[in-house]
């Protein structure tokens, strides 16, 4: 090891060598208290449902809380680790961020990139996929003509930073309408096979849309813009923990996922994945010591801030690889299926693309009874049905206004149970029975 120093006056700040060992090579560091291993899970499988619910999550009892895809609930192991970072790092702060820091968060990079098919080298952490998506559009090279291309139903907050970058510099958004109800993936390929122009700066694709949760068709995307020479940033906010991920293999020029959403890692930790060639280009939004030395040592420091939610994801993979994968996400999946048709029996209504479509979450019409008489169906209606679920039976689901229907989002994690969405289907049935959309709008009109 040469000690390189690769930003400030950190003293163990060689961050692109540690990266750079092979698994021979390298030793990581000791973690400087006891964590959990859930170790026990290997030979005692979990049992999922509610009592995952009770033993590792700190959710409330009198919630039915179906809504997991918003942000995540997070591990209470991975909390309590997190805390113990803070204190462990007030006991010497100079110690830790000179010294310590910079080993820690390459330990936790390294392992992070394995379960998600990458080399570190190519891998970096951000506080949540909308920074991460920031990095690689604000970086771009547009010229006034140039053209980001976008379907609709590419993320709200994601769509408005793509507006705002191309307004500045004159560039164009061609956004494409994604019609729904969905009849295959392949309606997807063609859409974009018949939009999408050579020459275009940009292609922006969801992993799985938030509002519209079908799992993309993403690898295909990314063969068909190649093949165009049209480089591609995919969001996958939602994929860590609810989709197999093997970077290399996929083979996206830029991919971002959240560690807080279905991953359950603590609040304030994703990740930025850069093909090689693209990281001479893009930068952090905060340029601080690391400038210049290398694509991680760039994102590895910007600014003094609290990084324990970065070095808890060491518990949150402990307890991934513990359980397992596989089992969890067929969890995930086979009770989203089950909730699904039950849904979808009880109101006699219909998904918005094909089961198989969907993995932890989907995406059901509400009885279409329930706003026959409404002139118009948007937010305000979704809204209305929302906060009356939320209200009025505790439940903390999200309605979607889309195409003039009336949605219902729902999420599966190891945490819920089909009880939760028996619950839903219940409530939903006695607001059909009062009317609830058409009684406020008679409400308003006679006040």
């Known amino acids: 090891m040469s000690g390189k120093r690769d930003f400030g006056s950190f003293h163990v700040s060689n961050v692109q060598e540690l990266l750079s060992l092979t698994e021979e090579e390298y030793t990581p560091p000791p973690l400087p208290f006891v964590t959990p291993t859930f170790e026990q899970y290997q030979s005692d499988p979990l049992v999922f449902g509610k009592p995952t619910r009770d033993k590792h999550f700190l959710l409330q009892e009198s919630c039915t809380f179906i809504n997991h895809g918003a942000f995540g609930a997070t591990l209470k192991e991975g909390l309590d680790v997190a805390q113990k970072w803070r204190s462990y790092i007030e006991r010497q702060p100079v110690r830790f961020y000179d010294r310590e820091y910079m080993s820690f968060l390459v330990h936790v990079i390294r392992r992070l990139a394995k379960f998600v098919g990458c080399s570190p080298l190519d891998i970096v952490l951000t506080d949540n996929a909308s920074t991460g998506i920031s990095c690689v559009i604000k970086s771009l090279e ?20 793509v507006h705002h970058v191309c307004k500045e510099k004159e560039a164009t958004v061609q956004e494409e309408l994604v ?33 519209f949760p079908i799992i993309f068709p993403v690898k295909e995307l990314i063969e068909i813009c190649h093949a165009r020479g049209v480089p591609v940033l995919i969001d996958g906010a939602h994929a860590l923990g609810s989709l197999p991920i093997d970077l290399t293999d996929l083979d996206a020029d830029y991919y971002v996922s959240n560690a807080h959403k279905w991953f359950c890692g603590p609040k304030g930790c994703a ?38 939610g970065y070095l808890a994801m060491h518990t949150v993979l402990d307890f991934w690889l513990a359980v397992g994968p596989d089992k969890i996400r067929a969890y995930m999946y086979d009770l989203a299926r089950k909730a699904a048709t039950l849904l979808t029996d009880k109101w006699k209504s219909r998904l918005a693309a094909p089961l198989e479509s ?17 002139n118009c169906v948007d937010y305000s209606k979704a809204e209305t049905i929302q906060n009356a679920l939320f209200d009025r039976f505790s439940i903390e689901v999200p309605i979607k206004a889309l195409q003039g229907h009336l949605y219902v989002r729902i999420s599966a994690h190891i945490h819920n149970s089909l009880q939760d969405y028996e619950h839903l289907a219940n409530a939903v049935i006695e607001l059909l029975s009062e009317d609830l959309l058409n009684a406020k709008k008679n409400k308003v009109a006679n006040h």
Not at 358 to 374: N, T
Request: include cysteine; hydrophobic fraction near 35%; charge should be positive.
């Open 271 to 308: 990740f930025l994945h850069v093909k090689r060639q693209h990281q001479t280009h893009v930068r952090p939004l905060v340029v601080s010591h690391g400038f210049g030395g290398g694509f991680t040592s760039e994102f590895s420091w910007t600014g003094l801030k609290d990084y324990a």
């Open 358 to 374: 969907f993995g932890s979450m989907m995406l059901v019409q509400l009885p279409p009874e329930l706003y026959r008489d409404c």
């Open 142 to 161: 547009l010229h006034p003509g140039d053209i980001i291309y976008t379907l609709s139903t590419t993320y709200g907050a994601v769509k408005k930073l």
């Open 179 to 211: 019609e729904m109800p969905l009849r295959s993936s392949r309606q997807i390929t063609d859409l974009v096979k018949a939009t999408l122009t050579t020459g275009c700066k940009l292609a922006v694709f969801d992993h799985i849309p938030s509002n």
